[in-house]
Every structure is written in structure tokens, then in C-alpha cells.
């Protein structure tokens, strides 16, 4: 049932999300980091995020334009922007 598919799908984005940390959370303590690993778990991230996507009866493209707009708009207001990536 749709309950049950939302569920099991924000579950998966979730412990996915969670295997992302994980390996960040290792690049910290061990100084380890494994581009490919991370590779591999964002596109498992991609995956249950489109599928709840469609779930729910929008495409990736529309939830990431509209998260997109309020971000912006909270960076607008707070005078920050986002941390530098530079290396």
C-alpha cells in the first residue's frame, strides 16, 4: 500500500544518507576517504530520492528547483552563503 512504499522508501533514503555520514565520519577519525565508496552510496541515495519522488507524484527535477528557490531565499535573508568548497 502506499503507507508501506512511502515508508519503506524514506527508510532506505535515510539509511543511505546514513552510509554517507558513516564515511565521512571515518575521513574524520582514520583519515580515510574512498571517493568510489561515496560514489557508490550517493547513488544509492539517488535512487530511493527519485523513486520517493515519484511516489509522491513529482519528478527529482521539481523537488530540487523548489528546494533550490528557498534555500536561496534563506541565504537572501541570513547574508551567508553557503561554506566554501574550495580545497
Known amino acids: ?13 535515510t539509511s543511505e544518507a546514513g552510509e554517507i555520514a558513516d564515511l565521512l565520519k571515518k575521513r574524520l577519525r582514520d583519515g580515510r576517504w574512498s571517493a568510489d565508496e561515496a560514489t557508490d552510496e550517493l547513488g544509492d ?3 530511493y530520492f527519485a523513486r520517493l519522488c515519484a511516489a509522491i507524484g513529482k519528478t527529482p527535477s521539481e523537488i530540487l528547483d523548489r528546494s533550490v528557490a528557498k534555500i536561496e531565499s534563506r541565504i ?4 551567508k552563503g553557503p561554506p566554501s568548497t574550495a580545497g
Open 76 to 79: 537572501g535573508q541570513s547574508g
Open 1 to 13: 500500500n502506499e503507507v508501506e512504499l512511502l515508508a519503506y522508501l524514506s527508510l532506505g533514503l
Open 45 to 47: 541515495l539517488a535512487y
